[in-house]
């Protein structure tokens, strides 16, 4: 089969696209011809060396496509059915082996691109909303890179919730896009971020910021939360966030930090199935809608990973091993 390969750690030119045997499905797996591949920050970070990684291997971890063979145990999936996950290493390929546990079954309105460009970003949301903290109808939110794959989701499903969200952006394109998914205040980061938050929820602060930018954003995510209140660090897309003591959290208001990943989420079928099945319920009942930006041939994996990290992108990245 044809996928890309990390050869080395590296930039985006470290992707090389050709020739690798095909998988062969343990007992528990399933093939599957991929028909849509999501390109996630995380993969970046892994070829860069940021996350340990050991090159040279098939990158990505997300996608979806019609099953071609199954493992001899794997009982809940059968050949012809249209899945997708978010937790099978090798993705960018046109074969991938998904441990059957880690597939989920597409509703037919969704499509491939949306739900294997998405369901990693869509489950993120969904637990960052309802599992790492737990904000409430009403509640105001800080997220940041409002127009962003998780933040336009992450914006739709608050709203869904019914809390206020507050977003952050870098461009006038991303303010609409942001504004379009239904955030409530479109805010510039800055020095000035957190008075103009304060400014917004009477001098409170949020009870909850998410912020996946990191280096950039994490003091003026601190200082934009309220009494009690916590800050969701859940990636870095400018730049792990340094050491820090955890002594300040006491007077900027008895905050708490917490670091979450999605694997601790979603590692039961169950909480799997629960969360994907709510995540996919919000796009058919019409509350998310999401913006698959962009788009490139699998072959040109190198572009849309350069693409990710110069932040030129908006909502989500597909790789299209047919295109
Ligand atoms: P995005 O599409 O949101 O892209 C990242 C955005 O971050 C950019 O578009 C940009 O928006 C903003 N940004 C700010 N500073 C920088 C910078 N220096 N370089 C690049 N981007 C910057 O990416 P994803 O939707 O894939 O992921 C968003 C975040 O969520 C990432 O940090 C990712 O690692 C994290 N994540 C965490 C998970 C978890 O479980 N912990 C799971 C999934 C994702 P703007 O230009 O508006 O600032």
């Known amino acids: 089969m044809r996928a890309i390969q990390v050869t080395r750690h590296g930039g985006p030119d470290v992707l090389t696209f050709g020739s690798v045997d095909d998988p062969i499905p343990a007992p528990d797996e399933v093939i599957v011809r991929t028909s849509a591949v999501g390109v996630n920050f995380i993969d970046t970070y892994l070829r860069r060396g940021l996350y340990p990684s050991t090159p040279p291997y098939v990158p990505g971890t997300e996608g979806a496509g019609v099953i071609v063979a199954t493992g001899s145990e794997v009982t809940s999936l059968q050949e012809g059915q249209r899945v997708a996950w978010c937790a099978a290493p090798g993705s960018y390929a046109e074969l991938v082996a998904v441990p059957a546990s880690k597939a989920v079954r597409v509703p037919d309105a969704i499509d491939d691109a949306v739900a294997g460009s998405s369901l990693l970003r869509g489950l993120t949301a969904h637990y960052l909303l309802d599992g790492s903290a737990h904000p ?36 006038d394109e991303k303010e609409e896009l942001s504004r379009s998914a239904g955030a409530d205040h479109v805010l510039r980061y800055g020095e000035d971020l957190s008075s103009r938050v304060r400014d917004l929820t009477d001098g409170r602060g949020v009870p909850v910021v998410y912020d996946g930018v990191g280096a950039d954003t994490f003091e003026q995510s601190l200082a934009s939360t309220a009494i009690r209140g916590m800050v969701v660090l859940f990636g870095a897309a400018s730049g ?84």
């Not at 794959?149 to 992450?154: D, P, R, T």
């Not at 072959?299 to 030129?312: I, P, S, T």
């Not at 908006?314 to 299209?320: N, S």
């Open 136 to 171: 409430q109808a009403g509640d105001p939110i800080l997220v940041h890179a409002g127009g962003g794959g998780v933040g336009l989701i992450l914006t739709q499903l608050a709203k869904r919730r019914g809390l206020t969200v507050i977003t952050t952006v870098s461009s």
């Open 240 to 323: 792990p966030v340094p050491p820090f003591d955890l002594q300040r959290l006491n007077p900027a208001g008895s905050l708490s930090v917490t670091r979450p990943t999605l694997a601790h989420f979603t590692d039961t079928a169950e909480e799997l199935d629960w969360r994907a099945g709510e995540y996919f319920e919000a796009i058919v009942d019409g509350d998310v809608e999401v913006r698959v930006g962009q788009r490139y041939r699998l072959a040109d994996a190198a572009a849309a990973h350069a693409d990710l990290e110069a932040r030129v992108t908006t909502g989500t990245t597909v790789l299209l091993p047919a295109g």
